[in-house]
C-alpha cells in the first residue's frame, strides 16, 4: 500500500492512502469529535460532527468518510468549524430527552461530553418533540427513544457485527425513529439479548434492564440468606468504572468490596466454570467414543444459545447439555451449600454478576431451575455492580485485596480464562487431554485457540487421537462458521462459540469505552491479556485440579456425568420462531 503525506492544523503526516482525513488525524494525535462514527463498525458521515476544512474544497467535508490525498492541507480548529459543530449540538438537544442528572449514562455519555467542550449553555432550537417511546418488555435491554439521536450504531452493530438486524430505521427526517423490527418490542424481535447495543450507543438510549433495587432489597431483608458470585470476566473489567487501567485484574478488592457490602456468602463463578469443565469434559469424551452427536458446541453463552435456538434450530442436538457456569453455581449453592450449612434454599437468594446482558434473560428460563427453585434469582451487569459499590460508599480502588469465601469459591487458571473467547476451549482441551490419555500435559497453554481473529481452528494430538476444534466470537462469526459446516467444508469434533465479539471481557454488560478512545484501544485484547497474567500465575491451572470440585464430586454427585450431576447441573434447549437469514 502506497502512502501519502498530508498537513492537517499545520501538522505533517504520512499515511496509508486508504486512511480517511480521521484516521489520519488520529495518527497526528488530532482529536476530531464524532458521534455516528464507530471503528470498525461505522462510518458515515451521518452526524456531521467531524467536519473538517479541506484547503481549496467548496465546503465542509465529513472526516469519517473523506480519503485523504497527496498534498492535502486539512484545517480542524477554524471559527467555521467550531460554530458548525456547536450547531448540530444544539439542533440535536431540540429534539432531546435533557433530564441528564437521572440518566444511566450520565458523565459517560458522548452528546453530554461533547456538549461541554463546545460550550453548549442553551437550547436556541427548542420546540416540540417527536413523539417517543420505551421499550421494557425485554429481561435484558431497556430502548428509550426520547434519548436517541438517531446515530445508527446500534444498527450498524446488530447488522454487521452480530449479523442479527433486531434494530433498523422508520421514517424520515425529523420523523426518523430508531426501533425493533416492525415497530415491535424487543422481546417480540430476533434479539439475542447481547447487550452489543448498549456498547455501541453514545448516549443513554439503549440500556440494561436493571436489578439494583432488587438485589438492594434482598440484602436488607433479614429471612434472606444472601450469596453472591462474580464472572470471570468481572476481575478484569469493574477496575475501569473506578479509574484503574483497562484490564487491571482487581480480583481481591472485588472480593472485598462484595463483602463490604454485605453479602452473607461471597462464592466465584470460576467455580461454576471449573464445575463446567468437568460436565463438558466428560459429556465431549462420551460423546467422542459412543457415537454422539458432534461437533459438539459449548453451550454457557446465553446470547449464542437463543442465536441458535433462533437462527440455527438445527445445531441444537450439538449443543452441550450443560448449563452456563454461573447457572451451575447457583444450583449447587442451593443443593449442596444449603444442605452443608443447614440452610432453608427458599431463603437463599443467588446475585451473579456478569459481563453479559443476556444473562438476566438466561436466569429467567424455565429449563434453568432445581426444585422449584431458580438456579440464579437475580443478575446484575459490572456497570450495575459499580453503581452499587459507589452508592455503598465504597472506595474500590484503595481496597485491600481479599479472597472468596470457601466451599465454592475456589479457582483455577481454567475457570478465569473463560471470560476470553477460546478460554472455555482451552480450558476444556488442558482437562480432556489429560482424562483421555492418562498423562500430565507439558504446557497447558494452547495458544493456537487464542487471539481476537473471528474465527480460529485447531487440529489437537490426544497421544494418538487427533481432533479438530474451532472458535468463534459474536454471532456474526458463528454465522459463518454454522454454514460452512451445513455445507460440509468443516468437519469439527468441538467448537467453542460466544454471542459477543472478544467473548465475556466484552459482554453487553461491562464498562462502556468512548468510541474516541475505541480509536486507541481494544478492549478485547487488554481485557484478555488480563485474564491470561492471572492464569498465568495460577499455582492450579486445570479444572480437575480444584479441591473444592473434588469436594464436591467426592461428597455430593459422585462424579462428573452422574445421575445426580445431570439432574443438578444439565438443561435441554428449545427451538424458537424461526428467523431466516
Known amino acids: 500500500m502506497n502512502n501519502v503525506t498530508l498537513t492537517i492544523d499545520g501538522i ?54 473523506s480519503p485523504v490525498s497527496e498534498g492535502m492541507v486539512v484545517k480542524t480548529n477554524t471559527e467555521k468549524i467550531r460554530k458548525s459543530r456547536k450547531t448540530i449540538l444544539e439542533l440535536l438537544l431540540s429534539n432531546h430527552n435533557r433530564e441528564c442528572t437521572s440518566c444511566v449514562r450520565s458523565a459517560n455519555c458522548e452528546l453530554q461530553a461533547l456538549c461541554r467542550e463546545y460550550g453548549v449553555d442553551d437550547y436556541p432550537y427548542d420546540g416540540p418533540m417527536s413523539e417517543t417511546t420505551i421499550d421494557e418488555m425485554s429481561p435484558s435491554i431497556v430502548r428509550d427513544n426520547s434519548k436517541c439521536i438517531s446515530c445508527r450504531r446500534c444498527i450498524a452493530t446488530c447488522t454487521k457485527i452480530q449479523k442479527i438486524g433486531a434494530i433498523g430505521v422508520s421514517k424520515r427526517g425529523i420523523n426518523t425513529t430508531v426501533g ?31 436489578s439494583i433495587s432488587d438485589v438492594w432489597a434482598a440484602l436488607h431483608d433479614p429471612d434472606k440468606y444472601v450469596v453472591v458470585q462474580p464472572a470471570p470476566a468481572v476481575r478484569v473489567t469493574i477496575g475501569e468504572e473506578f479509574g484503574l487501567p483497562m484490564g487491571t485484574v482487581a480480583t481481591g478488592k472485588l472480593a472485598t468490596a462484595l463483602h463490604r457490602m454485605g ?111 431458580a438456579d440464579v434469582d437475580a443478575v446484575i451487569t459490572v456497570r450495575e455492580l459499580a453503581r452499587m459499590i459507589k452508592s455503598a460508599g465504597i472506595d474500590f480502588a484503595r481496597l485491600p485485596d481479599g479472597d472468596f ?77 454454522l454454514e460452512a459446516v451445513k455445507r460440509g467444508e468443516k468437519n469439527y469434533t468441538f467448537i467453542e462459540i460466544m454471542g459477543c465479539p472478544g467473548g465475556c471481557v466484552t459482554g453487553g454488560g461491562t464498562p462502556i469505552v468512548s468510541s474516541k478512545d475505541l480509536q486507541y484501544v481494544n478492549p478485547k485484547t487488554e481485557r484478555a491479556n488480563g485474564l491470561y497474567a492471572e492464569d498465568a500465575g495460577k499455582p492450579k491451572r486445570k479444572s480437575h485440579e480444584n479441591d473444592e470440585i473434588k469436594a464436591l464430586y467426592d461428597n455430593y454427585l459422585g462424579a462428573p456425568g452422574s445421575h445426580k450431576a445431570h439432574e443438578l447441573l444439565h438443561t435441554h434447549y428449545v427451538a424458537r420462531v424461526k428467523y431466516k437469514r
Open 12 to 65: 505533517q503526516v504520512t499515511v496509508p492512502a486508504d486512511y480517511t482525513i480521521l484516521e489520519a488525524a488520529r495518527e497526528a494525535n488530532i482529536n476530531i469529535p464524532t458521534l455516528c462514527y464507530l471503528k470498525d463498525v461505522q462510518q458515515i458521515g451521518a452526524c456531521r460532527m467531524c467536519l473538517v476544512e479541506v484547503v481549496g474544497g467548496r465546503a465542509l467535508q465529513a472526516a469519517c468518510v
Open 180 to 210: 425493533s423490527i416492525f415497530g415491535h418490542s424487543l422481546v417480540d424481535s430476533p434479539c439475542v439479548n447481547c447487550g452489543q447495543c448498549i456498547l455501541a450507543c453514545p448516549v443513554g438510549a439503549l440500556h440494561e434492564k436493571e
Open 263 to 373: 453479602f452473607d456468602k461471597v462464592f466465584d463463578t470460576d467455580f461454576g466454570a471449573d464445575l463446567t469443565i468437568m460436565e463438558e469434559g466428560t459429556e465431549l469424551i462420551e460423546r467422542i467414543s459412543n457415537g454422539g452427536t458432534l461437533p459438539m458446541i459449548t453451550s454457557c453463552s446465553p446470547g449464542w444459545v437463543k442465536y441458535c435456538e433462533t437462527f440455527y434450530p438445527e445445531f441444537i442436538p450439538n449443543l452441550s447439555s450443560c448449563k452456563s457456569p454461573h447457572e451451575m453455581a447457583g444450583a449447587v449453592i442451593k443443593s449442596y451449600f444449603a444442605e452443608k450449612e443447614g440452610i432453608d434454599p427458599s431463603k437463599i437468594y443467588v446475585v451473579s454478576v456478569m459481563p453479559c446482558t443476556a444473562k438476566k434473560f438466561e436466569a429467567k428460563r424455565e429449563e434453568l431451575s432445581n426444585g422449584g427453585f
Open 405 to 481: 469465601d470457601k466451599l465454592c469459591g475456589e479457582s483455577t487458571g481454567a475457570g478465569v480464562i473463560f471470560g476470553a473467547t477460546g478460554g472455555v476451549m482451552e480450558a476444556a482441551l488442558r482437562t480432556v487431554y489429560e482424562k483421555v490419555t492418562g498423562k500430565e500435559l507439558a504446557d497447558v497453554n494452547f495458544h493456537e485457540v487464542r487471539g481476537i481473529e473471528g474465527i480460529k481452528e485447531a487440529e489437537i494430538d490426544l497421544d494418538g487421537k487427533k481432533i479438530t476444534v474451532a472458535v468463534a466470537h459474536g454471532t456474526g462469526n458463528a454465522s459463518e462458521l
